[in-house]
């Protein structure tokens, strides 16, 4: 066991649920093998405690580092606003830089920006400030919006609720059991879901929160559905963009769909890595934030604003949708080109910048644990989830290609002689998110 290993178990010992994210728990990519711990990120390199090295094909810093790990020209930004003092009795210049900038991404539908730290934080201020317009209570979601209470309460007297969600079976312990029925659950591309939750509650539906795309492919007609039921009901429609935002053009994936919201929630890729994240919306409903309480000291810390403006300079100047998308083409192909030649039944969906993939099999934990421990001993992370970063090279998913044809070409031995289990050498990973596409 290496010292990354051994650090883990001491965390479990100290730290309830060993780490601060579901996404970040070893047991979600490889029980007692993964590296756990970092000493040194850079481009789309990883370094953990022994010094090993490995290739990042995994989620990229959860989705975070677009531009890579370490980034210089961020790094020299968020370097001279610790330089010139962090934090002040004062505001940051560069919270009005980013706010404009945000907006004029999204023109001519957003008006306002408003910031936070945490994706969950930013996506209950919008619900927040949606309440406080409408004086409504319901929110109707799809999708998964962080660990707030407005968000797990949907689980609440019945935790199947969110089973069809990205994340099935969220525990609601600890979140007021009077906040059940608040928040309630439709489908993606099936406009009747919504409508039924409409039929049952016409006047009291004050959000519609979702992700515009994520895994399905986009129905025509579902986001236009979507905006015409909002428009009707008088319901603030919002759109998360904090996972698909910056991957497949500069802003929200919606800009490619034509369907503007109300608010839209960014965070992740917009301060690559640094923590900062947005709410930005019309004048009309982001105002009624002025009447509502929605504060806080860190908020206003100066590394987020920096490393926000820093990000979105880069991003435009190098195109960075644009060869996230390439390499995410790529990644795509090789996954199912490998499998098809190795008769695997691999399932690959989402954008492909941040593809998904399923093994359809009944011990497809158990084949994605062994492809994931195959690539590590190759001096890769991988997971189910591969996050594409503009510090890849073609020839570095050339040889992540190579080596995954390898792989996948021991794991259709592995499936042919059911010996996938018996060449773990450590316990199958758990499940995180749902399979969604069928
Ligand atoms: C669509 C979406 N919304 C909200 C969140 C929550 O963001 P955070 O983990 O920064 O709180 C996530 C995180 O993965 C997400 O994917």
């Keep these: 066991m290496g010292r ?5 178990k001491k965390a479990k010992k100290i730290i ?3 780490t601060e994210l579901l996404s970040k728990r070893p047991e979600m990519f490889l029980p007692e093998l993964w590296p756990s711990y970092y000493t040194k990120a850079e481009g789309c390199k990883v370094w953990d405690l ?9 989620q990229m810093g959860v989705g975070s580092c677009t531009l890579g790990y370490a980034d210089q020209d961020v790094n020299d930004a968020v370097i001279e606003a610790i330089q010139n003092g962090s934090m002040c009795t004062l505001n940051s210049y560069e919270e009005v830089e980013l706010a404009e900038r945000l907006i004029h991404l999204h023109k001519p539908w957003a008006e306002r920006a408003r910031f936070a730290r945490s994706g969950g934080e930013a996506c209950a201020i919008a619900i927040r400030i949606a309440r406080a317009k409408t004086r409504r209570n319901r929110v109707a979601f799809c999708g998964y919006h962080g660990w707030s209470d407005w968000y797990i309460s949907a689980n609440i007297g019945d935790e199947t609720q969110l089973d069809e969600q990205l994340l099935p079976g969220l525990k609601p312990t600890g979140v007021p059991r009077m906040l059940q029925g608040t928040a309630l659950p439709f489908l993606y591309n099936n406009l009747n879901s919504l409508q039924d939750l409409v039929e049952k509650y016409p006047d009291d539906i004050a959000a519609i929160i979702m992700e515009p795309r994520r895994g399905e492919e986009l129905q025509p007609g579902f986001l236009e559905g979507v905006r015409g039921i909002a428009d009707k009901i008088g319901a603030v429609l919002i759109f998360d963009e904090i996972t698909a935002g910056f991957r497949v053009c500069l802003g929200g994936i919606h800009k490619l769909y034509k369907v503007h919201p109300d608010m839209a929630v960014f965070g992740k890729a917009l301060g690559n890595g640094f923590p900062i994240t947005a709410v930005i919306g019309t004048k009309d409903v982001m105002d009624a934030a002025e009447a509502s309480f929605i504060s806080s000291t860190f908020w206003t810390e100066r590394i987020g604003f920096a490393a926000g403006v820093a990000t979105l300079k880069k991003m435009q100047e190098i195109d960075s949708p644009q060869i996230l998308v ?8 090789a996954l199912t080109e490998a499998a098809q030649r190795n008769g695997l039944k691999l399932c690959v969906s989402h954008i492909t ?13 158990a084949v994605q644990t062994l492809y994931a421990q195959i690539m590590l001993d190759k001096g890769y992370l991988v997971s189910s989830a591969i996050y594409a970063t503009t510090a890849y090279n073609d020839e570095i998913i050339d040889n992540f290609a190579r080596d995954t044809e390898e792989a996948f070409e021991m794991i259709a031995d592995a499936v042919k002689q059911n010996t996938v289990e018996k060449q773990l050498r450590g316990p199958v990973k758990q499940s995180g998110f749902a399979r969604l596409v069928k």
């Design 16 to 18: 309830p649920t060993g």
């Design 50 to 58: 022994d010094q090993k090295q490995y290739y990042d094909f995994a």
């Design 353 to 365: 910048p941040l593809a998904h993939i399923d093994w359809d099999y009944d011990n497809g934990l």
């Design 4 to 8: 990354s290993q051994e650090l883990y």
């Design 326 to 333: 390439h390499y995410g083409d790529k990644i795509v192909k």
